[in-house]
């Protein structure tokens, strides 16, 4: 069946612009994360979403990032007055809903490369 | 308060030899554990899980982690490595009963596999 798909693959912005981030996640799948992935660092945790639960916003470094689950699947990550700092490679990943007896294994997209000149 | 540590950045191995990739975590609850596998310009993909039930687990392409509450580790094994194991490895930890279920990721292990 279908992955997590992301979109576009590689976003190449000037500094000062806005950029938008696309992610798909698998059907029936409530959970979904957006990471931070630096080059030769490990993933930084930006936001979670469930269902329709408030999401979790406690990683965003600014709030110049944002992001928003429509319909609880498909789901946006906007960077707004984009700065060199923010190129990295962001990954979306989605999940069944994790309760309290189990946690689901995440499926991760292919990244969205984002390079600010 | 959930964290993990890989004990080494990067680890050389010459093909056919063992891997042994080092991963100890804290966790205020009984943690559900997690190896990724992340292949060069690929999206990461799971290796193996621990969720509370076996404490050995047997993953993809011939890796194995052994959950050890008393030592809190979750290293990842494999008996002979091949070419195609060379990526970048992430321990994983989640405290499912109660405590974040925010995945902590590791910094990530680089294995490097030498002919």
């Known amino acids: 069946g279908a992955g997590v798909s992301q979109s576009p693959s590689n976003k190449v912005t000037e500094k000062g612009k806005d950029v938008e981030l696309r992610c798909d996640p698998i059907s029936g799948h409530t959970a979904l994360y957006w990471y931070r992935q630096s080059l030769g660092q490990g993933l930084e945790f930006l936001i979670y979403f469930q269902g329709n639960s408030a999401p979790d916003k406690s990683g965003l470094p600014s709030d110049r990032f944002s992001a928003e689950r429509t319909g609880g699947s498909v789901s946006t990550l906007t960077i707004q007055r984009t700065q060199q700092e923010d190129s990295a490679v962001y990954l979306c990943?989605?999940?069944?809903?994790?309760?309290?007896?189990?946690?689901?294994?995440?499926?991760f997209g292919p990244g969205t490369r984002l390079t600010v000149t | 308060a959930q964290s993990v540590t890989q004990l080494d950045s990067h680890v050389s191995v010459s093909e056919g030899t063992p891997v042994l990739l080092r991963c100890n975590y804290s966790?205020?609850?009984?943690?559900?554990l997690f190896w990724y596998v992340q292949h060069p310009n690929k999206g990461l993909q799971l290796l193996l899980k621990?969720?509370?039930?076996?404490?050995l687990v047997k993953g993809i392409n011939g890796f194995e982690a052994e959950f050890k509450k008393s030592e809190t580790s979750f290293h990842l094994t494999k008996p002979s490595a091949h070419m195609s194991d060379a990526a970048e490895y992430f321990c994983v930890v989640t405290g499912s009963s109660g405590g974040s279920y925010i995945p902590t990721f590791g910094r990530g292990t680089s294995l490097i596999v030498h002919p």
């Open positions: 966790s205020s609850y009984s943690p559900s």
């Open positions: 990943a989605s999940s069944l809903p994790t309760d309290r007896a189990l946690a689901y294994e995440q499926y």
């Open positions: 621990y969720t509370s039930a076996a404490t």
